[in-house]
């Protein structure tokens, strides 16, 4: 089956600045791309009423397209989302790549390749970590419950630490590296499509353990794929 359009889906606005570039990176030259975002074309005021955080909702976080961070409702996200995939189906994208590690539940495509990242990253990086523990970094404090139940398949359970890929200084990232190199992890895995190489780097500048990032780990399947 030879693909010739593909379509990406962020929760935040499109293009992403920070995530397009690695996939453009690997994608062949005969497949064309298109860009779409839950928050395409919509104003402060129109997210603020249509994504607002409903008490005991979880939350998610994204990027807009002026490089500020947006913090929105996970279940009117997830609606969202399953508009979107359709719109992308009828653009003609044959592979749709949803570019959100958060865990979606009933996302369906009518002819679509679709691919998730929650079903994809936990047990791939857990085969990968096998019995060592896994320090995941996360966006929000209080995504950490959650993503104890997306990680329980983890031989080991692993740690956490908070640091936005898109508020956070780099003194803030270092810092939380240190907390999961000092919580015993022997790898880190960044839980959110936002963090880069950037916050790779520093990581790196820190502590010893390998830092793996999401956007790039789900840009090396999709190169295979295709």
């Known amino acids: 089956m030879t693909i010739g359009k593909i379509g990406t889906l962020t929760i935040g606005q499109a293009p992403r600045s920070d ?15 298109i860009h779409a975002g839950v928050l395409d074309g919509l104003d402060d005021a129109t997210i603020a009423e249509r994504f607002a955080v409903q008490p005991g909702n979880a939350v998610l976080t994204s990027r807009l397209l002026d490089g500020r961070a947006v913090v929105m409702g996970k279940p009117a996200v997830g609606i969202a989302v399953q508009e979107k995939i359709f ?29 998730e990242p929650d079903q994809i990253l936990p047990p791939t990086l857990n085969a990968l970590v096998g019995t060592r523990r896994a320090g995941i970094l996360v ?16 031989a080991v359970t692993p740690v956490f630490a908070v640091a936005s890929p898109y508020t956070a200084s780099d003194d803030e990232v270092a ?16 839980d959110c499509m936002g963090y880069t190489g950037r916050h790779r780097d520093v990581c790196a500048r820190h502590v010893t353990q390998p830092v793996i990032l ?3 780990l789900l840009a090396d399947l999709l190169r295979n794929l295709l």
């Open 214 to 216: 999401s956007n790039q």
């Open 19 to 33: 995530i397009t570039p690695i996939l453009d990176a690997v994608l062949p030259a005969h497949v064309a791309c």
């Open 87 to 115: 719109e992308l189906e009828q653009q003609g994208c044959e592979i749709i790549v949803l570019l959100c590690t958060g865990e979606f539940h009933g996302l369906h495509s009518r002819s679509a390749w679709l691919i």
């Open 175 to 190: 810092a939380a590296a240190r907390a999961l190199a000092e919580q015993g992890a022997d790898v880190i895995l960044t």
């Open 139 to 154: 966006p929000l404090e209080s995504q950490i419950a959650s993503e104890l139940k997306k990680w329980k398949g983890a």
